[in-house]
């Protein structure tokens, strides 16, 4: 069974605290993991930010809805329990409760009327699309947020492929270098694009004080790199009697090619131009800042009376 949306979370989360007890979060979470029956994995899942599990963040927009319908209140801290109104629509037995149900209460809308109202005829806007309302904000801010970084990963590796060989194995050198690798960028930059020595393009420190040496060839391809290129590069290595090599591309390896370097002895990366686009990103390199947004959450502690 894959994890609820947060609008099918909600019917079930009040029949949970029906019995007009004061619930905790933790209680909450493992109560209805149980009746949803969801894994120790799908239980674990994380937002792609990786900063908040997937259910868990769920059930606190749950929560944060019908808390604004009045159907459920806070007690304190991490702690709540049904309203008189919450008990009132469970005598109801609704067949489900989501935020077309809610939008009977006046307080409801009360809530949401700043977000929804058009500010060129002062109507409320309904769901743009039931696939959307599905979604807790916080699954739509990272939704968009990768949008644009996959937008930006295309735009990253038409620039690789339409530059030259010279200026892919620059941006090569200061990835790695940003990573940690190859020590000085002056050491990398003459290690890397020299040699030509079957089959490998450079050679670059694993550490800044050269414990170990990794291999390298940097390919601007557009075609699939399959098996045998991998395979001349293994031997390459196997010449150097080295241990260890990176293989990078603009453009993508073949199954072919993956089966066989996780079936050989020595330890070969390939890294395909998406991987690569993402490692630009992550590093900052060929990227700028176009704007940053500080998400803010409420601080329980601060406003603990002692």
């Known amino acids: ?83 008189g109104r919450g008990k009132n629509v469970l005598n109801k037995s609704p067949l489900e409760i989501n935020l077309r149900y809610l939008r009977q209460f006046p307080e409801y809308i009360a809530a949401r009327d700043k977000n929804q109202k058009d500010q060129k005829n002062g109507e409320i806007i309904e769901s743009t699309s039931d696939e959307r309302e599905s979604k807790t904000p916080a699954e739509l801010l990272e939704e968009a947020y990768l949008t ?28 790695l270098v940003k990573m940690g690798y190859g020590g000085s960028r002056k050491d990398a930059g003459q290690a890397i694009g020299r040699s030509g020595d079957e089959g490998i393009d450079g050679i670059i420190k694993e550490d800044r004080l050269g414990l170990d040496i990794i291999y390298i060839q940097a390919k601007k391809w557009e075609n699939t790199i399959s098996r045998p290129e991998i395979q001349k590069f293994a031997g390459a290595l196997q ?21 066989y370097v996780a079936a050989i002895e020595n330890k070969i990366i390939l890294i395909d131009g998406q991987q690569f686009a993402q490692l630009m990103i992550d590093f900052g390199v060929g990227v700028a800042t176009e704007a940053i947004y500080e998400l803010k959450r409420l601080d329980s502690d601060y406003f603990t009376e002692i």
């Open 1 to 83: 069974m894959s994890i609820p949306d947060f609008q099918s979370i909600m019917l079930p989360l009040l029949k949970f605290c029906a019995d007009g007890q004061e619930y905790t979060n933790r209680q909450t979470i493992d109560a209805l993991s149980q009746e949803f029956g969801l894994t120790e994995d799908e239980q674990k899942q994380l937002l792609p930010s990786g900063q908040q599990r997937v259910f868990e963040n769920r059930i606190a927009w749950a929560r944060a809805h019908m808390k604004m319908a009045d159907l459920i209140k806070n007690t304190k801290r991490g702690v709540f329990q049904i309203t």
């Open 148 to 175: 644009l970084r996959q937008n930006l990963v295309s735009d990253l590796i038409s620039q690789l492929k339409s530059s030259s060989s010279n200026f892919f194995e620059k941006v090569v050198v200061e990835v």
């Open 239 to 259: 010449g150097k009697r080295a241990r260890k090599g990176i293989f990078i591309t603009t453009s993508e390896f073949s199954q072919g090619a993956h089966d």
